[in-house]
């Protein structure tokens, strides 16, 4: 059964700051991984997608990796503005089926 | 604008009261889902559709019902609330069941008291 771990459940840095956030999973055998940002009251926004013959995706600030033999995957956001400030989750498939398994997430609060 | 669209986002309910929450997609996709999420448990499946008159139970069914008669809509019915489905509630699309990408709702907030 796939499990998905997310470390640390809350983080808060001051603005400027590079961070990591780092999303395991016990299933390495995944197609993709998806990172989403969740902003209060709001719905999730897909940040960055990685399939699985990919080691990193890139999107402005935001770098994903993935090492599938080791069931990680991490979210390095550089330079943090008080605007990344969110719920931070990241997905992978269920194996065998199209259904997604999320983690917990990570309270991400950046300080201006 | 390409969206998922859900009704209402705040709904405060009596136990046993029927309701309906509707979502709604304008991007032609074909597999919808709705998920649950509630502290410390993260984002968890209720049911899916593959298209139009398929779908299927997810991780946590019980007390809920969906139908899927058009491509576009999928409503998640609650014949009989109770207080432990106070949640916050998503519906999601993808193009197909294998493509990578989802679109998400942005949440219905149902208290059930």
């Known amino acids: 059964k796939q499990e998905v771990t997310q470390i640390p459940a809350a983080l808060s840095v001051p603005e400027g700051e590079n961070l990591v956030l780092n999303c395991s999973f016990t299933?390495?055998?995944?197609?993709?991984l998806q990172w989403f940002r969740q902003d209060p009251g709001k719905g999730l926004t897909s940040l960055l997608l990685i399939q699985s013959s990919q080691r990193e995706q890139t999107s402005g600030r935001l770098n994903a990796s993935l090492d599938k033999s080791s069931g990680r995957s991490t979210l390095y956001i550089a330079a943090s503005q008080p605007g990344d400030s969110a719920t931070y989750l990241c997905?992978?498939?269920?194996?065998?089926?199209?259904?997604?398994?999320f983690g917990t997430g990570t309270r991400l609060k950046v300080l201006a | 604008e390409a969206q998922v669209t859900q009704n209402p986002r705040y709904l405060i309910t009596v136990t046993g009261k029927k309701l309906t929450v509707t979502c709604s997609q304008n991007m032609n996709h074909e597999y919808m889902s709705w998920y649950r999420q509630d502290p410390g448990l993260g984002l968890r499946q209720i049911y899916y559709s593959m298209n139009v008159e398929v779908t299927d139970k997810g991780d946590v069914p019980e007390g809920y019902k969906v139908s899927r008669k058009e491509k576009r809509n999928f409503p998640l019915i609650l014949e009989s609330p109770s207080p432990n489905q106070t949640s916050l509630y998503f519906c999601?699309?993808?193009?197909?069941?294998?493509?990578?990408?989802?679109?998400f709702g942005q949440g219905t907030r149902l208290t059930v008291v």
């Open positions: 997905a992978v498939p269920y194996s065998g089926t199209y259904k997604y398994i």
């Open positions: 999601a699309s993808r193009p197909k069941p294998d493509t990578l990408r989802a679109f």
């Open positions: 299933d390495s055998a995944i197609y993709n």
